[in-house]
């Protein structure tokens, strides 16, 4: 029995891990790798294995880091099977059109502008492709053990990282050698007391474990301070007439925060100023969690027996077509408004900070990982001037950022989650920058745990 790690190994994107049993191949995850353009595509456009000799695929959840290439992976050979939960291929109907319908104007960009020596980039995938990967996938609920291949079993539990995430648990038998062990895979980790989620789950004892280390070495604000720091920037930014711009992903970060504003709302700690949610993919996406409700936790649960609707109050609206977008720039006084990107790269948050950023009324507020390079990232670090499609605006807004909103566990959380795994034999840490995975490792070891840090298509024995 083996594990060949393929992706997502001392970085954080990509995730993709080869189980190899009684010849038999089960891929955890299939994600796209994300970074400089021409790096990118080639990474994702050539598989460390041979897509069609892949027996089945378990995937952890929606972000686009972890099943983005599926489409690829079925365009060039893969016919197994798909399991994950029902949210999570739900969500994937939506992220994966997304994904392909961006690399499509993507390429059309880079054929008009990139100059002619250059090899063209072609979209990996098309809608056509997404389409037949999701007639593959086959929906399990959580905790319901199901057989995947020859001498492998799997069971998902809640991961609480974003709606239909699972920690997926293995049981693996070698009928060669006549041996039996367990695996797990962490995929993303959240952690407790997150909006909307359930806490992440324990599960059986386990002898191997590869889990992720995005937060290795850092800690995160307490969730309880989310609501008080929202209102404080609320209050404070309607008290001078200005708008309130967030920047969000349409996945999970989104439904955060109107199920915070809502609560808010409720209690009178916010003025009943318009909430305006510009973003066809966030609207798509909040129906799938209206529709998923055995994904919520107990206070979730609570509103909805209720009769409230957390994703829908009176303040709030939900903007679709690009017209009434636009009409947006003509309303004047406070309003919030949460569009993507999250990292203001693109979408329609950009026409919005185009018209506001000059203003010294409104308050730009960013609720997740900025990456560098990114308008976000340089708009959190303090720039005075924002280059919007090629203009030059002065930064007059108010800039403000919420750490709290991280939807991974931090070091605390991953080594609570570890010491209440019985059984453990090797620990396999993946996903997080280097600096991240080493320092989690470290702090295993102090604890007498035995750790690997792969490297890219690195393969291990498990017996
Ligand atoms: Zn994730």
Do not use: W
């Amino acid at each position: 029995m083996k594990i060949r790690f393929c992706g997502a190994t001392r970085e954080v994107t990509g995730s993709k891990h080869l189980i190899i049993v009684n010849d038999k191949r089960v891929l955890l995850d299939c994600g796209l790798y994300q970074g400089y353009r021409r790096e990118a595509y080639a990474k994702n456009n050539a598989f460390p294995f041979k897509p069609s000799s892949v027996d089945a695929l378990v995937l952890s959840h929606s972000h686009i880091d972890h099943c983005g290439n599926i489409p690829g992976l079925v365009k060039k050979g893969f016919e197994g099977s798909i399991y994950a939960t029902s949210a999570t291929r739900d969500l994937c109907s939506y992220m994966l059109m997304d994904s392909a319908m961006i690399q499509e104007r993507d390429a059309e960009y880079l054929k008009k502008h990139e100059k002619t020596h250059k090899s063209p980039i072609e979209p990996l995938y098309d809608e056509k492709d997404v389409k037949k990967s999701l007639n593959q996938f086959v929906s399990v609920g959580y905790e319901r053990a199901f057989a995947i291949t020859d001498g492998v079993a799997g069971c998902f539990y809640e991961a609480g990282h974003i709606l239909g995430s699972a920690i997926s648990h293995f049981i693996l038998y070698d009928k060669t050698a006549d041996k039996r062990c367990t695996l797990a895979y962490s995929g993303d980790l959240g952690r407790k007391g997150l909006p909307i989620l359930k806490d992440p789950q324990y599960f059986p004892p386990t002898d191997y474990l590869i889990i992720e280390s995005t937060y290795g070495d850092r800690t995160h604000d307490d969730v309880a301070n989310i609501q008080k720091e929202l209102a404080d920037i609320v209050n404070k930014t309607a008290e001078r007439g200005g708008k309130i711009l967030i920047p969000s992903f349409a996945l999970e970060r989104t439904q955060e925060l109107i199920y915070h504003f809502n609560l808010l709302s409720r209690s009178h700690e916010i003025p009943n100023i318009p909430i305006f949610v510009d973003s066809p993919l966030s609207i798509r996406v909040t129906d799938v969690f209206k529709a998923h409700p055995e994904c919520f936790d107990k206070e979730t649960a609570e509103l909805i027996k209720n009769k409230e609707n957390p994703f829908g109050f009176g303040e709030l609206k939900y903007i679709s077509d690009v017209e009434d977008s636009k009409k947006l720039n003509e309303y004047h006084g406070p309003c919030i408004i949460i569009a993507a990107s999250g990292m203001a790269e693109h979408g329609r948050i950009l026409h919005h900070l185009k018209n506001n950023i000059e203003d010294p009324k409104t308050t730009v507020l960013f609720v997740g990982f900025q990456a560098d390079h990114t308008l976000g990232r340089k708009l959190v670090d303090g720039a005075k001037i924002a280059t919007i499609f090629g203009e030059d605006y002065k930064v007059n807004a108010e800039i403000h950022k919420i750490d709290a909103f991280s939807g991974h566990a931090d070091k605390n959380e991953l080594m609570d989650f570890v010491m209440h795994i019985r059984g453990l034999k090797k620990i396999f840490i993946v996903h997080g920058e280097e600096k991240q995975s080493e320092a989690f490792a470290q702090a295993l070891k102090e604890k007498g745990y035995e750790t690997h840090i792969p490297k890219f298509a690195e393969e291990v024995e498990i017996e």
